[in-house]
Each structure stands twice: as C-alpha cells, then as structure tokens.
C-alpha cells in the first residue's frame, strides 16, 4: 500500500515537472513566433511603400495608383492584427523570463536561462558552467522543483 502511494507520488512530480518544462519551453516557441511576425509586418511595410509590385501577401494591388484607400486599409488592418499577436508573444516570453527571475538560487536560475531562454545544448552548459554532466542535471532537477510559474 505504501509504495502505491510513493509510486503516485512520483508520477505526479514527474507529470508536474514536465508541465513545469512545456512552460519553460514556450518562450522559444513565443520567441521564434515574434520573429516570424516582425518578418511579416517588414514584408507588409515594404510593399505598402510601393503596393503596385508583387510581395505574395494576397492582398489586391492596383496597377492604377489612383485609388489605394481600400488596399492602405486592408494593410492597416492586417499590420494592426499582426502587432497583437506580437505582442502577445512577447508578454509570453518575458511572463517565462520573470517567471526565472523570481528564483532564489542564482545556479538555479543560470541553467534555465541557458536551457530555456537561449536554448542552449547540455554540453555547452556544461562547459559554460563549469559542471559535469550529471551534476548539471542534478540542478536542473532541483531547478524544477523549485520553480513556479508566476501568475
């Protein structure tokens, strides 16, 4: 019976830590999401300079310069929609960035921000660190057991 509930126990931590990684994992995630939109937005803003060249991003063009207003608003709308979704990356990256910051132990909070901020390989956290590689896990899972996402 007892280690039933030790064997629970376990589970839990383990299912706890790994949501506790997800987390940590999402500000690469958010990361390359802002990149991908400040690429867009740029593309957009090229060709709102000159709307009457081809950059593929759907939106009608006219070949008469005449009247942009409908094609201005439609590249408005569209960069005020891809604004927000940056901006909303952004808050979700810095929200794991804070979330690291809190932390007490400074070892701690240095294998994360290598790991899970700047997405760095084990090894090279190794060697930056000064530490073996199991050692190095060690406080990686001492890390995660501390940790906690800040609301």
């Given at each position: 019976?007892?280690?039933?509930?030790?064997?629970?126990?376990?589970?839990?931590?383990?299912?706890?830590?790994?949501?506790?990684?997800?987390?940590?994992?999402?500000?690469?995630?958010?990361?390359?999401?802002?990149?991908?939109?400040?690429e867009?937005?740029?593309?957009?803003?090229?060709?709102?300079?000159?709307?009457?060249?081809?950059?593929?991003?759907?939106?009608?063009?006219?070949?008469?310069?005449?009247?942009?207003?409908?094609?201005?608003?439609?590249?408005?709308?569209?960069?005020?929609?891809?604004?927000?979704?940056?901006y909303?990356?952004?808050?979700?990256?810095?929200?794991?960035?804070?979330?690291?910051?809190?932390?007490?132990?400074?070892?701690?909070?240095?294998?994360?921000?290598?790991?899970?901020l700047?997405?760095?390989?084990?090894?090279?956290?190794?060697?930056?660190?000064?530490?073996?590689?199991?050692?190095?896990?060690?406080?990686?899972?001492?890390?995660?057991?501390?940790?906690?996402?800040?609301?």
């Open positions: 019976m007892y280690q039933v509930k030790e064997d629970n126990v376990l589970q839990e931590a383990k299912a706890e830590n790994e949501q506790k990684k997800e987390f940590l994992m999402s500000y690469q995630v958010a990361k390359r999401d802002v990149i991908r939109l400040e867009q937005l740029a593309e957009l803003r090229i060709g709102k300079m000159s709307p009457g060249c081809d950059i593929g991003d759907g939106l009608p063009h006219s070949h008469n310069a005449t009247d942009l207003s409908g094609y201005a608003a439609k590249v408005d709308e569209l960069e005020r929609e891809i604004m927000a979704a940056r909303l990356r952004i808050s979700a990256f810095q929200r794991v960035r804070e979330c690291i910051e809190v932390m007490e132990d400074e070892r701690e909070k240095l294998l994360l921000t290598y790991r899970y700047r997405g760095m390989r084990w090894t090279a956290i190794c060697e930056k660190m000064d530490y073996s590689w199991q050692h190095l896990h060690k406080i990686h899972a001492r890390a995660l057991n501390n940790f906690k996402t800040c609301d």
